[in-house]
């Protein structure tokens, strides 16, 4: 169900104040890694200028100008875009004429240390291909910025505990951009439904996927090309590698980590730290590709967040880039009570409550939020079933009564929020500390960096403290 804001039915900035998400910025994840905060306010909306660069600017640095955008021109958070670093002139050049229209001054540089030397930045947000995110992060802290880095924060496990180990020697933020952590709809689950309600009772199962239809390699624009020369000194072996980096294992760890990592990171929010994983994968399709196609991996967890140790959980997820059947992209939790399917895609989100537990679910939807007249969920009118339909089998379960979640996005994308914590927390708001910062990050990654592992040994993997040390 969509709120609208101007509804009476529903004040959204009450909503965020009341459940303590205002900006997103509060309640944080389970077992909480000592997250990071401003050591004191340094900028309000009224005062100086929070300067930001950024480095990378293809389709996800795009993505994250445009919070950037919609955020200065909402004027709650004083910020200034400085300047903009990429290494192909044509999209350097694009991104810059645009970003212009709103921030006049703004610069373009081709390389990073140049611009690090030049301007006098408080933040740098680094959307560069994987291979470069420790290299570009380390250059940022030690320099002085706090970073928003994208995932997967690295290439390997041991460069994102360089970045971890140098944001705490400079002092600096770091913030991952698993931007579900900050997404109001799933910190409403996480910090109402699952755990102060616990509301799936044990959950036993998750599943969750990301598939998406077979498409075309990028190709380089005869008209607007990159020297040899510069992908050479960037670390490229030709411009097919640099428009396709995520398919090879030089620059990424191929859709397992571009993709799946944002959702094994919801899993490992939800379920903890897995004890193992088992995988399957092969480069099924494309012939140009050294990534595999499709990856498919089940994660047991024994030590479960508001559980009993021992108690087991299996998560299943799947990335598929070949077919786009299934739904698009989710994840869905399932607890003995009931299950429950949460996803950035806010159409997807749906609770079911087992025929043992709809008396729970009933009270739960029936709960409003202290000082507001939202409800928790919202019960769908179920389609009457034929009397002439056939039961399959006597021992069918009776189908589920369906929920709505309402949608506490209002009209802000979805990175938006993410965007906001981080400026928040550099600007020193009471109470506000990163959702996702560097420890933490590493922490749910780490288990991603095993995946593609699993699929090479055809044979089960079983995590250690080593996996996940600092």
């Keep these: 169900m969509d709120i609208n804001e101007n509804t009476t039915a529903f004040n959204r900035r009450r909503f965020l104040a009341t459940t303590g998400l205002a900006g997103a910025g509060l ?13 004191a306010p340094s900028n309000r909306a009224t005062g100086n200028a929070i300067n930001l660069g950024i480095v990378g600017v293809g389709a996800q ?16 958070i004083n910020i200034r875009l400085v300047a903009v670093c990429d290494i192909w002139p044509f999209q350097l050049d694009q991104v810059v004429r645009r970003e212009q229209t709103l921030f006049p001054e703004v610069k373009g540089y081709s390389d990073i240390d140049d611009m690090l030397s030049k301007e006098k930045l408080d933040a740098l947000f680094v959307a560069s291909p994987d291979f470069w995110h420790a290299r570009h992060t380390i250059s940022g802290l030690k320099n002085g ?8 924060m690295a290439r390997t496990a041991d460069e994102g505990r360089e970045m971890v180990r140098t944001s705490k020697s400079t002092g600096k933020l770091l913030q991952i951009g698993h931007q579900r952590r900050s997404n109001p709809n799933y910190r409403f689950a996480y910090n109402e439904l699952f755990t102060k309600l616990k509301f799936l009772g044990r959950i036993t199962n998750a599943n969750a996927q990301w598939n998406r239809a077979v498409s075309d390699d990028l190709k380089m624009p005869k008209a607007k090309p990159i020297t040899p020369e510069n992908l050479k000194r960037y670390g490229y072996e030709n411009a097919h590698e640099f428009r396709n980096w995520r398919w090879f294992k030089k620059y990424s760890n191929g859709p397992i980590s571009d993709l799946g990592a944002h959702q094994i990171d919801i899993f490992n929010w939800v379920l903890g730290r897995p004890r193992s994983v088992i995988a399957a994968g092969g480069v099924d399709y494309y012939t140009t590709h050294e990534w595999y196609d499709n990856v498919m991996c089940i994660f047991d967890y024994d030590d479960i967040p508001g559980g009993t140790k021992g108690e087991v959980a299996r998560a299943y997820y799947q990335v598929l880039t070949t077919t786009s059947s299934g ?11 009931g299950s429950f399917k949460i996803s950035e895609q806010a159409r997807h989100i749906k609770a079911y409550a087992e025929a043992s537990s709809k008396a729970e679910f009933e009270a739960i939807a029936g709960k409003k939020i202290p000082g507001t007249n939202i409800s928790f969920l919202t019960k769908e009118i179920a389609k009457p079933v034929a009397a002439t339909e056939a039961k399959a089998d006597v021992r069918d379960s009776a189908p589920p009564d369906a929920y709505d979640l309402n949608n506490f996005l209002g009209n ?9 914590n981080f400026l928040r927390t550099i600007r020193g708001d009471a109470g506000v500390t990163l959702n996702c910062d560097g420890e933490h990050a590493f922490k749910s990654e780490a288990p991603i960096f095993r995946v593609n592992e699993a699929v090479e040994a055809q044979k089960r993997l079983f995590y250690t403290d080593a996996d996940f040390a600092i």
């Design 61 to 76: 640095g795009q993505v994250l100008l445009d919070s950037i955008n919609a955020i200065f021109k909402l004027g709650q």
């Design 27 to 39: 309640v944080l994840a389970p077992r909480a890694l000592n997250a990071q905060s401003a050591s």
């Design 327 to 337: 739904g698009g992209y989710f994840e869905n939790f399932m607890g003995i009570k």
């Design 145 to 152: 910025q706090h970073v928003y880095c994208e995932k997967m």
């Design 412 to 420: 802000k994308a979805i990175h938006q929020f993410h965007v906001e």
